[in-house]
């Protein structure tokens, strides 16, 4: 799809679909009712005006929305209606009851947000929950959202880098050095290679996108008490010490390894800016504790900036009138204000 190049400024962001039998319709709608009077974003959606259709006729909350041609028309329409950049073919969806059928447009909406944000028409892109169960049924051959949109950024050449995952909220950031992998399997996937890769990623970024000159660096330990001079584990002598030594020489700044049960209370977070943990639980239990509703997903490591809501499709509320829009409200949020700071640092 081709659209007119935008000659403001400013950019719109662009939100994907995600899976339209889950909360993503109804989450966009509420956004956009939510924060279309303090216009400190502008943003549409990649979807199909039937499905707001839909919900129009579920709920009491109706909103008002209207298709537009190219991403710049945003701006005139999103104070009266939210903008929708429809997809190119129908979607059909009833809530809380996914179907591979969508597939093609689920996948549809995520690349051409990707080539939006390429081609400098948004200024950033925030993804709605999908359910990958349902993709892999429709042919996507990716673990998830990062993978896949990594591999768009590529453009059939090498990364320069790689995507990282980060979990963020106005109390905490924590970056999982290990992501969807059984427990078992995390120990063997510590090497002082991949955290020095991970660490020296999460520190150019937070310069770029969150405006840090010197990021501080908090890492977790991997077994209780970080070892405890290796009686309960050599993890931490044997990779990750090594590796924050060598870190430190390159002029980064970063500590550890610390006992993880001491690394996320309130004294102890005044201290770091992002805390590095070892393995999935480890990082995002302690932020989803903190803050679940307002928790932000965004992608370290890509050529462009990327958000999403920290939950999932959520089918069992899907279509209720139950659903929580606020963290999407903060990962639109976050998206403007990393796309700002990356603008001030050119």
Request: with cysteine; charged share 20%; hydrophobic share 40%.
């Amino acid at each position: 799809m081709t659209f007119k190049t935008s000659q403001r400024n400013e950019l719109p962001i662009a939100i994907t679909m995600g899976d339209p039998a889950g909360i993503s319709t109804e989450i966009s709608a509420l956004s956009w009712r939510e924060t279309r009077k303090e216009r400190r974003s502008t943003f549409f959606v990649l979807s199909r005006a039937s499905l707001f259709e839909k919900y129009n006729s579920s709920t009491s909350q109706k909103i008002a929305f209207e298709i537009i041609q190219s991403p710049e028309e945003a701006f005139a329409v999103f104070p009266r209606a939210l903008p929708i950049l429809e997809l190119p073919k129908q979607v059909v969806a009833i809530p809380g009851q996914p179907d591979p059928a969508n597939g093609e447009m689920i996948i549809k909406s995520i690349s051409i947000a990707v080539d939006l944000v390429q081609s400098k028409q948004v200024s950033s892109l925030v993804t709605t929950p999908i359910n990958k169960h349902v993709l892999y049924q429709a042919g996507f051959e990716f673990p998830g959202h990062t993978e896949y949109l990594a591999k768009l950024a590529m453009q059939g050449n090498e990364p320069a880098s790689r995507p990282v995952m980060m979990l963020v909220s106005s109390q905490l950031r924590t970056v999982p050095l290990t992501i969807h992998v059984p427990l078992a399997d995390v120990p063997k996937m510590i090497t002082k290679q991949i955290i020095e890769e991970t660490a020296h990623i999460i520190s150019a970024d937070m310069k770029k996108y969150f405006g840090l000159s010197s990021p501080h660096i908090a890492v977790a330990g991997l077994n209780p008490h970080a070892g405890e001079s290796g009686s309960m584990g050599k993890t931490e002598i044997e990779i990750i010490e090594p590796a924050i030594c060598e870190l430190k020489t390159q002029g980064l700044n970063i500590s550890g390894p610390h006992p993880a049960d001491t690394l996320f209370h309130a004294k102890a977070r005044k201290n770091y800016d992002v805390v590095l943990g070892m393995y999935h639980d480890q990082a995002l239990i302690p932020i989803k504790t903190l803050g679940f509703d307002e928790g932000v997903n965004t992608t370290l490591g890509l050529p462009f900036v990327r958000t999403s809501p920290d939950h999932g499709t959520a089918y069992d509320i899907a279509g209720k009138g139950l659903a929580n829009p606020q963290s999407l409200m903060e990962a639109i949020k976050l998206a403007q204000s990393m796309s700002a700071n990356l603008q001030g640092a050119r």
